[in-house]
């Protein structure tokens, strides 16, 4: 009998491929273990093992697998079972979502080798001087990778150079994989064994009595030993004992010490700290956790919705235990990885070691530890603290997912594929493994609450912050009055300034949010109207002026700042509107003695940057802190007393169905940072129209209000949740094309599915890294069975995808889109 396996490939083609194997490799062989397969013309891939048979594949010969790669499954069945959810939902190849949920150090790719051909008997003066060049490094070294070769010709493409070198027979091409991941191993030392017995030791010593700096490593030793009887690193006893490498080596050379190495995390959380004391909740919480409990009894996932600082996460804390207890995995999710580092510190104060992390800042090594971690059960995993991209790992008992602000649209995986919603696909994940799920919000998302009402999820409140504590005084400050009669400090109205001034001098600290990054959007030349745009982009350049730099927040394209208008010439220019830097700018005017820190895109791109700035803050190295949206979310500061909106009429006039909702999730959140303790904390929104519903539902806090005006207006235009929608993306570097195959598309949708379908229409931004775009919506009304007309449009892309003056137009689905 034959045997075949078919894999899937980590690259957007949805079929699988076939391999022939072996009997013995049919027997070793289980999904979800990785196998080297040759692919393409020379190139070798890791792809996944999903199923064994006996079917040879029709309309090609099978190939041999080049090497196994796993001893045992590195994905279990309810993963796989949940990557083809996300992939027929969210309409993308199951390969890409493999790419996107193993840590790319799993996915190892070949490398192309050239070595010296041996047999051939070459003419140098034949060889022109690049071969040259390349000839002679291969006499010293066995292997060039292309890289390699690039450097020492100094050209970024060799491929024709190497492909004249194999045809001259001067070397030989072959593929090679690359483990990208390398344990890390600590070298330790302890005594020989033969040292044990008392008499041998004296020996020993005695004879060492004349080498001293041998007789101080092994007393050092000793030391160590008695103070913990822990393994000795080697690093440890050299700094003890004051020796050098080479006097600790000859002592292992003469067997006096046996050297060993053991496998490390990278990320070890050393503190032996003592799991603390469980906390009692107050009656709010209680009865809170109560109504959990009753929808996981029904098997619902539940609605958490929490004023903020209520305490929610204790609540979760305690969810936790419970699920702890049952010995079962727990999960974690977070919109943004900056909250990450305050919610470590809260749950290693319970859990101690048992809390792992797993985001993408984690370097490739330790995102696979902390996968193993998880694979083998291990208590140091038992927790998982994590952004979406935790919801891959490899559970296998899972008993409860948190998923805290569920309302962040920062859930939603934009680009690339698969372009899943991680509240969404949680709740999925839960039901696979049957654990409890919890959605948490002070604000939580229309379709949330939505679903809470109809009854489809459990519902629990708590509508006081923990301790008493008085939900923010929010006032709207108008500032269309304060600009006509020129009484604004830049962008900063009288009343703002002086709850500033209030709030330092009784040492209090101030959170300021303005939500947009950089310093000045555009850059606009007051003769002509010119802005300077982006080349690739239809947008317009932002001003960076800790740079001087105009930039595009689309691509990254930049340019230094010009002193006359590209376009007349003159010198008018003028910076108009204004962001985080331009706000920190005047502040350091207004407040010249007043420490001032920044939290946006910006400024937190290295690996710890958000912990360095939340601590700092924290620890009231800084009065002020101007942040973009990344200080709506959740942290939780003792001191501030005041936060100041600087502008909230951006946002409420956004040209998308969810600008209200979003404003009022964003403006309660932000709102919702100040007076977390004893005093009464105080807003402050600046707006041009105070008359806005949502300001004022905002001040009085009247979520109720907001939710059900908004889902009137959902049901009145047909917006979600009342309906699906799936957005279809063309994208084309010819701008006629694209039109052209746009109209074709939103045609033929139409034809199939009538009047559900919107466009095809320019986005706001409508060229981004030199790809034209059209979108098309596509509405599905809740009663339409999702699956069939996902069909019907996949049948008109097979049409689409054979008209060949399309082959240059891509089309990106969005499912869910937000
Ligand atoms: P939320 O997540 O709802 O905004 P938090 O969980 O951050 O609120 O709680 C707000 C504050 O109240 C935190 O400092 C937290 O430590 C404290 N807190 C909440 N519940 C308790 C409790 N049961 N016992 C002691 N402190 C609590
Ligand atoms: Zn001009
Ligand atoms: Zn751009």
New binding site residues.
Partial sequence: MDYFLDVVLPIPLERLFTYKITQQEADFLQPGMRVAVPFGKSKIYTALVYQIHSNAPTAYDAKEIFQILDETPLVNSVQLKHWEWISHYYMCSLGEVIRSALPSAFLLESETLVMPNKEADIHEMELKDDEFLVYEALQHQTALKIGEISDIVDKKNVLSLVNRLVQKGVVNQKEELYEQYRPKLVRYVKLSDVYDDEAQLEELLNELSRAPKQSQVVLSLFQIRTKNNKPIPIDDLEKESGASKAVIKALIDKNVLGEYQIRKDRIDYQEESEESEH????EH?TKALEDIQTGFGQNKPVLLH?V???????VYVKLIEQCLEEGKQALYLLPEIALTSQLINRLRHYFGHKVSVYHSKYSIHERVEVWNNVLAQAEKAQIVIGARSSLFLPFANLGLVVVDEEHESSFKQFDPAPRYHARDAAIVLAAFHKSNIILGS?TPSIESMDNAKKGKYGYASIQHR??NVLMPDINLVDIKEATRKKRMKGHFSEILLKAIEEALEEGEQVILFQNRRGFAPVVECTTCGHVAQCPNCDVSLTFHQHRNQLRCHYCGYHMALQQACLACGSATLDNKGFGTEQIQEELNQLFPKVSVGRMDLDTTRGKYAYEKIISAFENQEMDILVGTQMVTK?L?FRNVSLVGIMNADTMLNFPDYRAHERSFQMLTQVA?RAG?TKKRGKVLIQTYNPYHQILQQVTTNNYGKMYAEQIYEREQFKYPPVVRIIKVTLKARDFNTLNEAAQWLGDSLRNVLGNQILGPEYPPVARIRRDYLKNILIKIPKKQSLAQTKNSIKRIEKSFNAISKYKSVRLVYNVDHI
Avoid: M
Avoid at 279 to 282: E, P, T
């Fill in positions: 906390i009692g909740l107050n919480q929490g903020t600082s209520s305490g929610k996460t204790e002070a923990y301790g959740g939780d919702g977390r």
